[in-house]
């Protein structure tokens, strides 16, 4: 069994910057991809970032230049550093871990707004 535990979420006005953090724990393959996707309310469910365990990284163009994906193996954990937040930016983040199967978090909430 494996669980994800999002923190960091928070309301934060445009221009500023957040970092969430998410704990793996359970039974994860050695080699792993670790990411964040969110949902803002009435839009698709979209990939934010992901980070493969030997640092390989993706991130979806809107958030390019702005954020910044880390992972540390040793403690199963993956951070997501947003700087230059946008309104837009407001939704529910969601850690995931694709080890064998898919996991996912329950999820962190992130409002940018004035």
């Known amino acids: 069994q494996v669980q994800l535990v999002e923190s960091g979420g928070g309301l934060v006005q445009p221009g500023g910057s957040l970092r969430l953090s998410c704990v793996a724990s359970g039974n994860i393959f050695r080699f792993n991809v670790m990411g964040w996707y969110r949902q803002a309310p009435g839009k698709e469910h979209e990939l934010v970032a992901t980070i493969s365990s030997n640092g390989y990284t993706n991130y979806a163009d809107s958030v390019k230049g702005r954020f910044t994906i880390s992972r540390d193996n040793a403690k199963n954990t993956v951070y997501l550093q947003m700087n230059s937040l946008k309104p837009e930016d407001t939704a529910l983040y969601y850690c995931?871990?694709?080890?064998?199967?898919?996991?996912w978090g329950k999820g962190t909430l992130v409002t940018v707004s004035t």
């Open positions: 995931n871990l694709k080890s064998g199967l898919n996991y």
